[in-house]
């Protein structure tokens, strides 16, 4: 199958080079040249992508499972009310 180009599919004059580029950079991956696999397949280079500092986190080893400490906290809590409320139900007087 062969692929029709952007010119045959959408034929959009345009009247100075500097839009030609600005209308190439708005088009589709599909659409753009160069960025085609052998296969067909698009793709982008993310050589250049600029992370912003800590974006990425850091495995932290061996601290609490991995939970924050508020986590933590709160999960004492609750096993604490359950236990608590298994008591009561355990001592409650025969009817």
Do not use: C
């Amino acid at each position: 199958m062969k692929r029709e180009s952007r010119s045959e599919h959408n034929p959009v004059k345009t009247k100075s080079e500097e839009a030609a580029t600005i209308a190439s950079m708005l088009a589709p991956l599909e659409e753009q040249e160069g960025l085609e696999g052998a296969d067909g397949a698009s793709f982008s280079d993310t050589g250049e992508l600029k992370l912003p500092k800590g974006f990425i986190e850091e495995d932290k080893q061996g601290e609490g499972f991995g939970l924050e400490p508020a986590v933590i906290f709160i999960l004492v809590l609750v096993l604490g009310f359950i236990a608590f409320i298994a008591y009561l139900i355990s001592v409650e007087p025969p009817k």
